[in-house]
């Protein structure tokens, strides 16, 4: 079993849609929970953090389930400019320990 | 602050010479250095961490005498793909845990030809 599993996509939306990732990880000592964003094969930049409470950050909603090792990203109103590729990434153990990367889901926003 | 410099950007070489890639931490101490690479469509993969003074562990079904990996000071790590083939033409990136969080060299885009 893969450390993070993601949906695959590609997920093509019109601007304005609504879109949900999900992700699930199979190390229940991971300790710290992220949503990246990578574009065209750079590096890739920190979306969020993922918190048990969840959190949102303007259109950006991310939970977390640590009882079924769950983790989601809401993206509401989309724009042209969501589209590239999402990743969901775990900590291997405690903070500062290896990142560890799910497979990545695209996202293309069209007008 | 904590950047991650990486060099070179992109590298082409000839099959079965030697690349060396270079991450510089340029305003904080990297202790540990951690050493991706990502083929196409596919996702980052660890392939080793690297601990200043220490050698480096690797993932399972990484080549540890073809990837060598190098920490010796708190600021510079190096990964050299040796005797490097086309299978091996990939995006190479390092990062480094901070107090501000992970931070992320800009990758090197190896091809081999």
């Known amino acids: 079993r893969k450390e993070v599993e993601q949906d695959p996509g590609p997920f093509n939306v019109p601007e304005g849609a609504t879109v949900a990732f999900n992700c699930t990880y199979s190390?229940?000592?991971?300790?710290?929970f992220f949503w990246y964003r990578q574009d065209c094969r750079k590096e890739p930049k920190l979306l969020m953090s993922v918190y048990s409470s969840g959190n949102e950050d303007g259109r950006f909603t991310a939970q977390l389930n640590r009882a079924s090792q769950y983790i989601s990203l809401l993206i509401r109103d989309s724009k042209l400019s969501d589209s590239a590729t999402y990743l969901c990434v775990v900590n291997r153990y405690q903070a500062g320990t290896a990142l560890i990367f799910g497979k990545g889901t695209t996202l293309s926003v069209s007008s | 602050g904590a950047v991650v410099s990486q060099h070179p950007s992109w590298v082409i070489c000839k099959s079965g010479t030697s690349v060396k890639i270079e991450c510089r931490s340029l305003d904080f101490q990297a202790t540990t250095m951690f050493w991706y690479r990502q083929f196409p469509k596919q996702s980052l993969m660890l392939m080793a961490t690297?601990?200043?003074?220490?050698?480096?562990?690797?993932e399972q079904g990484v080549e540890k005498d073809k990837f060598l990996i190098n920490h010796a000071s708190l600021t510079l790590s190096t990964l050299t793909v040796t005797s490097a083939h086309p299978e091996d033409s990939s995006f190479y990136i390092c990062?480094?845990?901070?107090?501000?969080?992970?931070?992320f060299g800009s990758g090197t885009r190896l091809t081999v030809v």
């Open positions: 190390n229940s000592a991971s300790q710290s």
């Open positions: 690297s601990n200043e003074g220490s050698k480096a562990t690797y």
């Open positions: 990062s480094a845990s901070t107090n501000y969080g992970y931070t």
